[in-house]
T-cell receptor, first 112, second 115 residues
Framework: GQQLNQSPQSMFIQEGEDVSMNCTSS?????WLWYKQEPGEGPVLLIA?????ELTSNGRLTAQFGITRKDSFLNISASIPSDVGIYFC????????????FGTGTRLQVTL | GAGVSQSPSNKVTEKGKDVELRCDPI?????LYWYRQSLGQGLEFLIY????????KSGLPSDRFSAERTGGSVSTLTIQRTQQEDSAVYLC?????????????FGSGTRLTVV
């Protein structure tokens, strides 16, 4: 099935640095979502974006819904060791959250 | 329970055997979803149940895959005549309802290995 193009695939950064990752699609989505997955666990929702152009923050996380509705980015400021994990974008076309299309993930490693 | 419970957490099976994966959603959640995550990949939608409505099976990869949800609660994903390409983590999620609520709660998954 379709997967969203997510970049970078992996990042190795030092504690305190800012991180940016993005997600693109060839088709339009009505909603963009960002999840974090830690080893052995299911993904956990970080931020949901509902309108083109919307910019939303959740603590040190900021995400934006692209104007074209075909892309989104996630920024993490002042990274800390517990930010380690795999970050996934996901899009919804149904408007009912019944079927999400996920990106391939960005693996984040934070060194002290 | 407090979260979505999946069992078993790990399953190793021989090629050609059938397997059943179980999901106990959060009590009161009417929507239930199954996704598959292959190694190093994102999640792939399999099937969605909402209340008493007919399930959306559009993500099931072949007719060897089936799922049911009994009494609007527990769900079982069955894979018949397993193949090596079925090896993946199978994740279940539930939510109060769709219609704009993206508050899925995922279980920890069942890691299936077909040898």
């Amino acid at each position: 099935g379709q997967q969203l193009n997510q970049s970078p695939q992996s990042m190795f950064i030092q504690e305190g640095e800012d991180v940016s990752m993005n997600c693109t699609s060839s088709s339009i989505f009505n909603t963009w979502l960002w999840y974090k997955q830690e080893p052995g666990e299911g993904p956990v929702l970080l931020i949901a974006l509902y309108k083109a152009g919307e910019l939303t923050s959740n603590g040190r996380l900021t995400a934006q819904f692209g104007i074209t509705r075909k892309d989104s980015f996630l920024n993490i400021s002042a990274s800390i060791p517990s930010d380690v994990g795999i970050y996934f974008c996901a899009g919804d076309k149904t408007g009912t959250a019944s079927k999400l299309t996920f990106g391939t993930g960005t693996r984040l490693q934070v060194t002290l | 329970g407090a979260g979505v419970s999946q069992s078993p957490s790990n399953k190793v099976t021989e090629k050609g055997k059938d397997v059943e994966l179980r999901c106990d959603p959060i009590s009161g959640h009417t929507a239930l979803y199954w996704y598959r995550q292959s190694l190093g990949q994102g999640l792939e939608f399999l099937i969605y149940f909402q209340g008493n409505s007919a399930p959306d099976k559009s993500g099931l990869p072949s007719d060897r895959f089936s799922a049911e949800r009994t009494g609007g609660s527990v769900s079982t994903l069955t894979i018949q005549r397993t193949q090596q390409e079925d090896s993946a983590v199978y994740l279940c999620a539930s939510s109060y309802s769709p219609g704009g609520n993206y508050g899925y709660t995922f279980g920890s998954g069942t890691r299936l290995t077909v040898v």
